[in-house]
């Protein structure tokens, strides 16, 4: 790497490997290049809080202002980092690493370690925006940001930001392996591809069992509906709709190797 793409690195990741990026890594760049004017913003709340607080006047939607701009930056960020590999990690041995055992580490450190992370994150968040909205929450303080709603809202939404920017980075760097045929994309992806899969049975049944239940049904009715229950397999007890993420997964994979073709995305 010579000094000009050392210049490049440090003031623009982006930029760097441009020449392989996909549709989907320029557009995760180009949103979160958007977002990268926050921190100005940022930085001018925060200095005005500064000033405020000094001469009497503190202002606690400035503080509420703060950590709002901070989580939505930081959340997109992470994407960003995703798509241009300018995380922080640990390469003591992955360095000294061939080629080709790099693009396996990547692969495996992004759709068998972080992407399952990705979509549990946005599982968990999602109750969390729902009963957000649901209570019109606002601020601990009187004088604080009102509507708090809206950052847990974007904070969900964001990890499916953070999901996108993950998947095409793993593909991108599934290419320079073999042909990525959506069949290979999703069996490389075992774990992701597992787990989305499980949560779209897991809520198709939910939402059936809801819609359909007697008027009164709560929805801790619902989840103790035997479709939720578990079954003794062995040693083990397993649920059934796990048992049905395994088929499904066997199937959607199957169905995708028989239709076969090449994919650029």
């Not at 061939?98 to 759709?111: Q, S, Y």
């Not at 969900?156 to 069949?183: C, H």
């Not at 989305?196 to 069992?209: E, F, G, R």
Request: proline share 3%; glycine share 4%.
């Amino acid at each position: 790497m010579d000094n000009t793409d050392n210049i490049v690195a440090i003031t623009d990741p982006g930029e760097v490997g441009r020449a392989e990026h996909t549709r989907g890594d320029r557009i995760v760049v180009h949103i979160s290049n958007l977002f990268a004017w926050i921190f100005p913003i940022l930085m001018v709340a925060i200095c005005a809080q500064v000033v405020l607080r000094t001469a009497g006047f503190n202002q606690a939607w400035l503080d509420d202002f703060q950590w709002w701009l901070y989580g939505a930056a930081v959340l997109i960020g992470i994407g960003y980092a995703v798509t241009t590999n300018s995380h922080v990690r640990v390469d003591i041995r992955y360095e000294n690493f061939t080629p080709e055992k790099k693009l396996r580490t990547d692969i495996m450190a992004l759709a068998w370690l972080f992407l399952p992370f990705v979509i549990l994150s946005w599982d968990v968040t999602l109750s969390y925006a729902i009963i957000s909205i649901a209570s019109d929450e606002g601020s601990d303080s009187p004088n604080g940001l009102h509507n708090l709603w809206i950052l847990k809202t974007f904070m969900n939404v964001s990890f499916l930001f953070i999901a996108f920017a993950t998947w095409t980075a793993y593909v991108r760097t599934l290419a320079k392996l073999i042909e990525p045929l959506w069949w290979r994309k999703l069996f490389w992806a075992l774990p992701s591809t597992m787990f989305v899969i499980n949560l779209i049975i897991y809520y198709a049944v939910w939402w059936a069992i809801y819609l359909t239940s007697p008027e009164g049904t709560t929805t801790r009715d619902v989840g103790r509906h035997w479709v939720f229950d578990e079954i003794e397999v062995g040693n083990y007890d397993i649920k059934y709709t796990i048992i049905a993420t395994v088929l499904a997964t066997a199937v959607v994979i199957g169905v995708a190797r028989l239709l076969a073709r090449p994919s650029k995305a």
